[in-house]
């Protein structure tokens, strides 16, 4: 699909100036109010309005019949959800932190995404499971994972990262009214680090679509999530030595937006991906074979990753170390340029 080049507030008409968590919060009132068969579900979502305020206020608007809090059991939030969703509902399960998923990856990989193909068609899992992930914010063991590689690699889901306010309303807006499953993951590292304008009307941006967030001739740059900060101040300090990078949000992992990963790369002939993730079987090395199958003859340079290293996540005294910042990423940069 064509890309855009993107800055936020595209719509027309009156908007807010929201952070990230408070847009995720207007995506589901949203829907909330113009569809019943949208319900919310998790731990501590309903009166406590989640661990991160996501749902704050949608209990008492919509009542415990669509705001339900369930016990701590992702295995049965997940399943529960599925079963909703097969008869007709739209599910958004809450998974409190990412490293909490892995409880309900049997009903995500062997049900969610197999339902469709499983039933001939018959029946679709409409459903959205939201997480906060990623680190930087020094949360303990299990809670600043990045592992979305793992659920890129299931056929039948859709991965979605927004990286803005704007971006975040209407991708879950999108991924919401899509009639397969979806995990939503949220980088939580920058859920209130800035605002941005958010329509207040209803919008959708498409799944399956990358932004251009920078345009330029010198490299491709490819990120998502949190790490689009760091890498277009990256570029923007580059641009003072006169390097011209070009930076791509994904957006959605899968299904990725293949068409524009490659023309960008068409243009530079050179590239870079930037992710928290470990390196090894990150989505780095599916960017680079696909640049490698679709565009060999106009690589320059071996394509550099920029990522997180492939241990655990650490806890406090590393995790800045561990987390790709602009400096890294700058220097990933110049060496993908010099060669």
């Not at 063991?141 to 991965?159: R, Y």
Request: aromatic fraction near 8%; proline fraction near 7%; glycine fraction near 10%.
């Amino acid at each position: 699909m064509a890309a855009e080049t993107q800055t936020d507030g595209d719509a027309d008409g009156a908007s807010e100036s929201l952070t990230l968590v408070q847009a995720v919060r207007d995506g589901l009132h949203t829907e909330m109010e113009r569809d019943d068969d949208v319900v919310v579900m998790g731990e501590d979502v309903g009166k406590n309005g989640g661990v991160f305020r996501a749902t704050e206020g949608l209990y008492d608007e919509f009542g415990e019949n669509r705001v339900i809090d369930t016990p701590l059991a992702e295995s049965g939030i997940v399943g529960t959800a599925i079963g909703m969703a097969a008869y007709g509902m739209r599910p958004v399960p809450e998974m409190q932190f990412l490293g909490f998923i892995y409880p309900a990856f049997d009903q995500i990989v062997s049900h969610a995404a197999r339902l469709r193909t499983r039933s001939r068609g018959r029946y679709t899992c409409p459903m959205v499971i939201r997480a906060p992930y990623g680190g930087g914010i020094r949360a303990p063991e299990h809670h600043s994972e990045s592992s979305e590689a793992m659920f890129v690699h299931q056929p039948g889901l859709k991965v979605v990262i927004p990286s803005t306010p704007y971006d975040t309303k209407g991708l879950l807006i999108s991924a919401i009214r899509d009639p397969d499953p979806v995990l939503f993951l949220e980088p939580k590292l920058i859920y209130r680090a800035f605002r941005g304008d958010v329509p207040t009307e209803s919008y959708e941006v498409p799944l399956g679509e990358a932004a251009v967030r920078r345009e330029g001739s010198d490299i491709s740059v490819y990120t998502w999530g949190a790490m689009t900060r760091p890498t277009i101040e990256a570029a923007e300090n580059l641009a003072e030595e006169g390097i011209d990078a070009e930076v791509v949000d994904l957006r959605t992992l899968s299904p990725l937006d293949e068409d524009t990963i490659v023309e960008s790369f068409k243009k530079t002939g050179r590239a870079a991906v930037v992710h928290e993730a470990p390196k090894t079987g990150g989505l780095g090395a599916e960017i680079t074979a696909t640049l490698q199958e679709e565009a060999l003859l106009y690589q320059e340079a071996p394509v550099e990753r920029i990522t997180g290293f492939d241990t655990p996540f650490p806890l406090y005294a590393l995790e800045d170390y561990y987390l790709p910042e602009p400096a890294r990423i700058e220097d990933g940069i110049r060496d993908a340029v010099g060669f």
